[in-house]
């Protein structure tokens, strides 16, 4: 089975652009999260998708990060407008549901300038 | 919602000595903690996970201990070798069968294993 894929693995943007990264969980995954990852913050929670249907979203990230999931293989995860304090690495997750295991994707390298 | 502290936040130790990361959390109603490590531009994978209803778990050189009435977690590596040197992330969650899969995680140690 292929894990969970990311794309691009690394972004660059300038300040106020719309960037919109992807995530492809593993097949058969019921279970979709996006994760925001720094050094002083560790792992931070953005959006948690079970079935498609959108579970929580981060409140501190609501204002500019919008993630979305259209079928249950395909999520992606817009920031608009992007800001430098939005440099991180953002990270895809999925697992089964009734199972804990989430698998990590390779992640974006996100910055923002 | 809960909240995960992790300490410390950077760890050097010795090869074949032990290494310490601790965990506490706040919500009693967690009941699930798992940690996972992450090496050098890799993604984090589970290593080894304790649900409530155990005090101790041990996989091959990993230990992870539970103290439900602290709050508190840890995990030990015996015998640290220069591939264990890595992020390691502990979480929490209160896993109920058709709930939600939440992890909270703490905010992450790097460990460096010196031979």
């Known amino acids: 089975d292929a894990g969970v894929t990311q794309t691009p693995r690394h972004e660059v943007a300038e300040k106020g652009q719309t960037i919109i990264l992807k995530c492809e969980p593993v097949?058969?995954?019921?279970?979709l999260f996006w994760y925001r990852q720094t050094k002083i913050q560790g792992l931070e929670l953005l959006s948690y998708?079970?079935?498609?249907?959108?579970?929580?979203d981060g409140g501190a990230f609501k204002d500019r990060f919008k993630a979305e999931m259209l079928n249950s293989s395909f999520s992606t995860l817009k920031i608009q407008p992007t800001e430098p304090k939005d440099s991180a690495v953002y990270l895809c997750a999925s697992s089964r549901q009734n199972y804990a295991e989430q698998f990590f994707g390779p992640g974006t390298r996100l910055t923002v300038l | 919602g809960e909240q995960v502290e992790q300490l410390p936040s950077i760890l050097r130790v010795q090869e074949g000595s032990s290494a310490s990361i601790n965990c506490s959390y706040e919500?009693?109603?967690?009941?699930?903690f798992p940690w996972y490590k992450q090496e050098p531009g890799e993604n984090p994978k589970l290593i080894i996970d304790?649900?409530?209803?155990?005090e101790r778990k041990q996989i091959q050189e990993l230990i992870v201990l539970l103290d439900k009435k602290a709050k508190r977690f840890s995990l030990h590596i015996t015998d640290t070798q220069p591939g264990d040197s890595a992020m390691y992330f502990c979480?929490?969650?209160?896993?109920?069968?058709?709930?939600?899969?939440?992890?909270?995680f703490g905010q992450g140690t790097v460990l460096s294993v010196i031979p």
């Open positions: 979480a929490a969650s209160d896993m109920a069968t058709g709930g939600n899969n939440k992890l909270t």
């Open positions: 998708f079970r079935s498609k249907s959108l579970m929580e």
């Open positions: 919500d009693s109603a967690s009941n699930y």
């Open positions: 097949s058969g995954h019921n279970d």
């Open positions: 304790i649900r409530s209803n155990m």
